[in-house]
């Protein structure tokens, strides 16, 4: 009798001290949820993304599943997420609605997915976004080149190991605060059409991780040359200097206003003739008529 307040006094106790983590109630099937608003999702086979995130997650890992979608609804609910690292899964699509709300978002990694193209403007809802890992997309050639527009805060983007043969240079432009940068192992294509990129990476490789190991796939004889040295050859290549196409220009130029001088003094001259002729026979026409009417 005596003992019974005791043991609700101890159930009270141990209800009040058992380690109540605050996200447990909505903490999603097969993740782990802790009391630092981190949800742990890797490795669990996922085909589908979680249901029932606790809306204040700060970071989550959902890398190595089988996700083949990132569903924009749920995942803008996430509006404090600062963390989601998504690598090693099957996606290959996002856009600008999917970060729509993530304005918060200072890391992603979309490593090791199924990724062919990056839509224009797919991150620019990234407001705080800081490091961006989008490597090891074996189908990816394509990036638009507003992808990363408006990205103020992004220092470190590494698209290694994709399929890029070219990138439009005004995509890393639009990055002011980009202190890192990673392009190896993408087949690059050194051409006229990468010779944009190649002059910029020759002028701010300080901010350029693996100089080395990037370097061109095609044409032949630009296999293996470091992107990074090729610019201004490309840009002698691709633009003969600009003194000679002067020199061409004026020529052209003054040769159109020969011909067209030419042409205009003979047709003036051919004009004068004409005009010559025709008062010549007016006046002979006077002279016959003058002189029948004498005749008369
Ligand atoms: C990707 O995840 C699978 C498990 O789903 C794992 O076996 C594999 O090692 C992971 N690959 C990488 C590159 O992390
Ligand atoms: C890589 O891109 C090229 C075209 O640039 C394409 O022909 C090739 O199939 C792509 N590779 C993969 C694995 O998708
Ligand atoms: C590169 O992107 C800019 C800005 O979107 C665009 O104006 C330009 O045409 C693009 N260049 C190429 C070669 O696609």
Redesign the pocket.
């Known amino acids: 009798m005596r003992r019974a307040p005791v043991v609700v006094l101890l159930l009270l106790l141990g209800v009040r001290v058992a380690p109540g983590p605050p996200l447990s109630a909505g903490c999603p099937e097969r993740c782990v949820c802790d009391d630092q608003l981190v949800v742990q999702c890797s490795g669990q086979r996922l085909r589908v993304f979680p249901a029932d995130l606790p809306l204040p997650t700060r970071q989550l890992i959902i890398s190595n599943n089988r996700l083949d979608e990132l569903p924009a609804l749920q995942l803008n609910f996430l509006s404090d997420l600062a963390y989601l690292d998504c690598s090693n899964n099957s996606l290959s699509d996002v856009s600008e609605s999917t970060f729509g709300n993530l304005r918060h978002l200072v890391y992603l990694d979309l490593s090791y997915n199924n990724f062919?193209r990056i839509e224009d403007h797919t991150f620019v809802p990234l407001l705080s976004l800081v490091m961006l890992r989008l490597t090891d997309n074996?189908?990816l050639?394509d990036i638009h080149a507003t992808a990363f527009a408006e990205d103020a805060a992004l220092q470190v983007l590494d698209v290694s190991r994709n399929?890029l043969?070219a990138l439009n240079v005004s995509a890393l432009l639009a990055l002011p605060a980009l202190r890192s940068l990673g392009l190896s192992g993408n087949?690059w294509r050194c051409g006229c059409d990468t010779e944009d990129l190649c002059l910029w990476l020759q002028t701010d490789t300080f901010r350029f991780q693996d100089e080395g190991l990037t370097v061109c796939e095609s044409p032949p004889e630009m296999r293996g040359r470091r992107l990074a040295e090729l610019g201004l050859n490309l840009r002698a290549q691709c633009h003969p200097s600009l003194g000679h196409q002067d020199y061409l220009f004026f020529v052209a130029i003054g040769f159109v206003i020969f011909a067209a001088g030419t042409v205009l003094a003979w047709l003036a001259g051919v004009v004068m003739v004409l005009l010559e002729r025709h008062v010549k026979r007016k006046n002979g026409e006077l002279d016959s008529e003058e002189k029948e009417e004498v005749k008369e």
């Open positions: 062919v074996p189908r050639s399929n043969s087949p």
